[in-house]
């Protein structure tokens, strides 16, 4: 096996990886119950579960990120600019949210206090990240999405793209606006992580075939790149 097609397989499970720890931290995320955003907010930072979700966000984004980089640099190297041009995107808003989850995990300590009605300047800096990074990392894994339509059936990349419309959405509308009214629309990073996991696994059992289109051999048929 050639050195691209081990980076593939790797970037790949990695990939899927990253999207299964992403699946369970976000199925782990308390939900605040109120009809009010700040005080939603406090019984979130309220629950214990909170504590292991956002590790378990970081360190899915972090593999997320991890995985495009190396298919970037092996698989999707001569992908069309739809790809490249996502995959970069969505590293940047990954790398973003990480920070976001670092910040979330930071201002869990201030619980008391922000329920209290005191200002905690690191959940401000949270919506923030929040209403920026969502929008730049769906934007970026839906045209990853669009470009290779190998590397799901038709039926996952149509829930993957409502998921990641939905999240990408909600960023800026629930925590930029403080709609909790808008909070469902969360919900849609179960069903990109649906598409992540899929995604990772097809193409590391593509080799180092993007999934963009088949190759042709000199035979006509398609083949796999390896």
């Known amino acids: 096996m050639t050195y691209n097609g081990q980076l593939t397989r790797l970037g790949g499970a990695i990939f899927a990886l990253g999207g299964l720890c992403t699946l369970v931290g976000s199925a782990l995320h308390p939900t605040g119950g109120s009809s009010d955003?700040?005080?939603s907010i406090?019984?979130?930072l309220a629950k214990p579960i909170g504590t292991p979700a956002a590790w378990l966000t970081l360190v899915g984004s972090l593999l997320?990120?991890?995985?495009m980089w190396a298919l970037l640099d092996s698989a999707w190297h001569d992908s069309p600019p739809l790809v490249r041009l996502g995959a970069r995107l969505a590293i940047i808003g990954g790398v973003l949210l990480t920070v976001e989850s670092a910040a979330t995990l930071a201002m869990?300590?201030?619980a008391a206090p922000y329920a209290a009605g005191t200002p905690v300047p690191m959940v401000r800096?949270?919506?923030v990240l929040y209403a920026g990074c969502l929008p730049a990392l769906m934007l970026g894994a839906l045209?990853?999405?669009?470009g290779s339509p190998r590397l799901a059936p038709r039926?996952?990349?149509?829930?993957?793209?409502?998921?990641?419309?939905?999240?990408?959405l909600a960023g800026p509308l629930v925590d930029g606006t403080h709609d909790i009214a808008l909070w469902p629309l969360y919900l849609g990073g179960v069903l990109t992580c649906v598409w992540i996991i899929w995604a990772g696994v097809r193409q590391a059992t593509?080799?180092?075939?993007?999934?963009?289109?088949?190759s042709t051999s000199t035979a006509g048929t398609p083949a796999l790149a390896e």
């Open 64 to 67: 997320i990120c991890w995985a």
């Open 206 to 214: 593509l080799g180092a075939g993007m999934g963009t289109e088949a």
């Open 37 to 39: 955003y700040h005080a």
């Open 108 to 110: 869990r300590t201030a």
């Open 143 to 146: 045209l990853i999405n669009l």
């Open 125 to 127: 800096f949270s919506e």
């Open 155 to 168: 039926a996952v990349r149509v829930i993957g793209a409502i998921g990641m419309v939905a999240l990408g």
């Open 42 to 44: 406090a019984a979130q």
